[in-house]
């Protein structure tokens, strides 16, 4: 096609456009960019960050005539919706290009190398330990030749043609050792040379139209498998935080949290930074965090069950779950479950269930902070990502959920899977449990165990039908106080229950709805209407296993295993400290039993 004539003032509109255009090419490369993720770590997820980052900007911004505006939102848009390493620092160096202007409505060529250079020193600084090798050389040499060579020319087509090649060359040849050994480019590298090839794409055509539907036009193209397989990195986390205040210092912030772990970035500024760090322990790591600032947005990625799927998978089915499924984390890495977590708030601050939380720090936390904590569903674009990602690397995903008639997580999960089956064309089954907690745990441990010995998508998605359908759960909780605070139960009658020391037993209707199913007045009334409602189940159905829930009170969940041992014959397959989220609810002491029958 024929060049457009030259562009010698940038404004909004074809800056918009232009990074509309290189947004595209990256989501069309997605799995391309996965496939050759390398470094830091070889988890197979730098291109599905980098398309989540540029799909949050894009929802999150419009085209205004003013360059300044423009820049601006897309910086704004991006330090909120950053993934990954790579995607922190595309953060980064949009915020940094942002503050290199004034109000300009529209910017010349020697401007707009003033800023791009600025915005190079920006991002170095963010990083903690810069590796050269890596995006961060191709993004310095591309600005480095526009700003030796503005001087040459004063037309935005020209410089983004050339500058593109200096880019593409740097990729090729400034590569680590690591990349060389394993005749790889650096993902997050390659990222940005097809943005800029797709910026340059679109100085040379102007077609706006094609960028019109684009995040409804982008499709997957499967890849061939890999051959090589790596090895995991030191820590297991990508774990990602925003704070916001009034004067958020940054330096002391690095110097706060730098000892959890490597790959560090703090972009930002001084009302809005954004983290990125991998770690082993994220939740550790929130603690140390809390009171920086308010936590207002977390992240942390399992990069060893990310790197199992992209190296190592067990199965061709993936199995998803969310954070209301209590089972032990050994059996979760076993069978390679992947969970998302469901969102806790302590007022401003925000936590991960079971990630960035942890049950001890959470009950800590509900006895000293001021307000009450609130839960969340977890929202679309976690299951976007995720759902996007496991279809790169499986032949399908069965997703089990907590009750919709408990959560909107569920319906979160099953939208987010019908678009991403829609460009993958991959079946993703996501399923309704109408339960949560132990006999959530049981059921996804029952679905783990048909996939390993063999069963179809189908065969197991209609087993999994007949053990919702099956499982129990009873819950003895200790107090009404919590259900109190968290305003489930009337204070009125929390003060009566009180005062006449009632304590509920709670479990899941048929609907997925909580009933109170009966009531005792003492903890050891509670074992003994616990240890007859069992019998009775057990006298009509025959069990195929069963698991003993608690919130921190692990004691009394002894006792109550010790009875059901001599019911139903045989151990629990565990014991479990329940989910923060669903401690919320419960409050502490609670414990309970899932079953399900043969």
């Known amino acids: 096609m024929e060049t457009k004539e030259s562009i010698t003032e940038l404004d909004g509109y074809t800056f918009y456009y232009s990074f509309l255009s290189g947004s595209k090419k990256i989501m069309e490369h997605q799995h391309d960019l996965n496939k050759m993720n390398v470094f830091p770590v070889p988890d197979a997820d730098t291109g599905t960050n980098m398309a989540s980052t540029i799909r949050f900007i894009i929802d999150n911004t419009a085209p205004k005539e003013s360059f300044k505006e423009t820049v601006d939102s897309i910086a704004e848009a991006a330090l909120d919706g950053a993934r990954g390493n790579s995607g922190v620092i595309l953060a980064q160096f949009f915020y940094g290009l942002s503050r290199s202007f004034g109000q300009e409505a529209k910017v010349l060529m020697h401007n707009f190398s003033d800023a791009v250079k600025k915005a190079v020193d920006y991002t170095y600084q963010a990083i903690a330990k810069p590796v050269e090798g890596t995006i961060l050389t191709v993004i310095k040499r591309w600005a480095g030749f526009i700003s030796e060579n503005v001087h040459k020319t004063i037309d935005y087509v020209k410089m983004f043609h050339d500058s593109y ?8 040849n400034e590569r680590m050792d690591i990349l060389k050994n394993t005749n790889n480019v650096d993902a997050g590298a390659k990222g940005f040379v097809l943005f800029l090839e797709g910026i340059n794409e679109f100085m040379r055509d102007r077609n706006i139209e094609s960028l019109q539907h684009l995040t409804q036009d982008i499709v997957l193209i499967e890849a061939e498998d890999e051959t090589i397989p790596l090895e995991m990195g030191k820590y297991r986390f990508c ?37 990125h760090i991998h770690t082993d322990n994220p939740a550790e790591f929130f603690q140390d965090l809390y009171g920086y600032g308010d936590i207002v947005y977390q992240k942390a990625d399992d990069m060893r069950r990310q790197f199992e799927s992209a190296h190592h998978r067990k199965a061709k089915i993936a199995i998803v779950t969310d954070s209301a499924c209590d089972l032990p984390q050994q059996l979760l890495d076993h069978y390679q479950i992947h969970m998302l977590p469901i969102n806790i708030h302590f007022g401003k601050n925000h936590f991960l269930d079971k990630i960035t939380i942890t049950p001890h720090h959470f009950y800590d936390l509900v006895e000293t902070s001021p307000v009450y904590p609130t839960t969340s569903q977890t929202n679309e674009s976690l299951f976007l990502s995720q759902y996007s990602f496991l279809s790169s690397h499986y032949d399908s995903v069965i997703a089990l959920n907590m009750s919709a008639n408990l959560s909107g997580t569920y319906k979160n999960s099953a939208s987010a899977a019908q678009r991403i089956a829609s460009e993958h064309g991959k079946p993703i089954s996501v399923m309704d449990s109408k339960t949560l907690s132990g006999s959530l745990g049981l059921i996804v441990l029952r679905t783990a165990q048909a996939i390993e010995a063999g069963k179809s998508h189908e065969e197991v998605t209609g087993l999994i039908q007949e053990w919702i359908a099956k499982s129990k759960l009873f819950v003895a909780v200790k107090t009404l106080k919590y259900m109190v605070r968290g305003g489930r139960v009337s204070a009125m009658k929390g003060a009566i229950a009180n005062l006449l020391h009632i304590k509920p037993i709670i479990t899941i209707t048929e609907e997925g709805k909580t009933h109170n199913f009966s009531s005792a007045f003492s903890q050891k009334g509670l074992l003994k209407k616990i240890d007859k409602t069992v019998e009775e189940f057990v006298a009509a159905n025959k069990i195929w296993n069963y698991c003993i829930v608690h919130a921190h009170n692990m004691p009394e969940a002894l006792n109550y295993a010790a009875d059901m041992e001599k019911i139903i014959g045989k151990p629990p397959a565990y014991i479990q400290d329940i989910s923060p989220v669903i401690g919320v609810h419960a409050g502490w002491g609670t414990v309970g039993i899932g079953l399900l029958p043969e």
């Open 165 to 172: 090649k200096v880019a593409h060359h740097s990729m090729e």
């Open 239 to 275: 774990t990602e935080a925003q704070l916001s205040g009034t004067a958020l210092d940054k330096d002391k912030i690095r110097a706060r949290i730098e000892k959890w772990g490597d790959s560090l970035v703090v972009a930002g500024s001084e009302k809005k930074v954004r983290l």
